[in-house]
């Protein structure tokens, strides 16, 4: 049985992303510092919203709910609809080829972000109702409660061949590419995220 938390977040601009259970619940202002919020679960589940390329953002978006679960296997299991099916015990080191392109055809997975270097630790994976590979751009302007500044590497998937990783909430600040593969322990931004872009 999984076991997971709920949390509602109201946003605007092109995303706001995060994590939580069922039996806690709270309103999350986008931008918001969210540094002193434990993480629930180990492995959190987001839906971000997405906006074509070259259109202005839209003013408000409606509430999205975050989900985090105990295990890896759980939170993928929820994100791709149940079409992956790993073991209990799975790591994200036991992720195949076959099992990404399924996140990815399922439930449109764009990313998954890793608390630790080298694609390990927990996992924030955000899904989208499109891709980059049709032509849109989807971020995130805050990161989910427990997550702030503790994005060591990450990996990007459906054509999102450019992930923007900012210090600051709502795409401000310093930023790297980490493009659709990287793992930051030598560069200035690990452990240093805030908000997210996405795009082809």
């Known amino acids: 049985m999984q076991n997971k938390i709920v949390l509602v977040s109201a946003g605007f601009l ?15 202002e986008l931008g918001s510092d969210t540094k002193g919020l434990g993480r629930p679960a180990q492995h959190c589940v987001s839906k971000a919203f997405a906006q074509p390329m070259g259109l ?6 409606p509430a999205t709910q975050f989900e985090c679960f105990n295990t890896f296997a759980d939170a993928i299991a929820h994100a791709s609809k149940g079409a992956v099916q790993l073991p209990a015990n799975a790591t994200p080191q036991n992720l195949k080829q076959e099992d990404e392109d399924l996140m ?3 439930a ?6 890793y608390d630790a270097n080298n694609f390990t630790g927990p996992t924030w994976t955000i899904q989208s109702d499109v891709t980059c590979s049709m032509g ?3 971020g995130s302007p805050a990161t989910p409660p427990g997550w702030d500044n503790v994005i060591s590497s990450a ?17 401000s600040g310093a930023s790297t590419n980490c493009f659709s593969t990287c793992s930051f322990a030598s560069l ?3 452990n240093q ?3 997210i872009i996405w795009a082809p």
Request: overall charge negative; aromatic content about 8%; hydrophobic content about 40%.
């Open 104 to 106: 990815v055809a399922a």
């Open 56 to 61: 202005p953002a839209p003013e408000k978006l």
């Open 188 to 190: 200035l931004m690990d």
């Open 14 to 28: 092109l995303a706001v992303t995060g994590c939580g259970g069922p039996v806690d619940s709270h309103e999350m």
């Open 155 to 171: 990996r990007s998937y459906a054509g999102c061949n450019n992930a923007y990783h900012y210090e600051n909430a709502n795409y």
């Open 193 to 195: 995220t805030s908000s």
């Open 108 to 113: 449109n997975i764009i990313a998954v972000e």
């Open 136 to 138: 849109y751009m989807i």
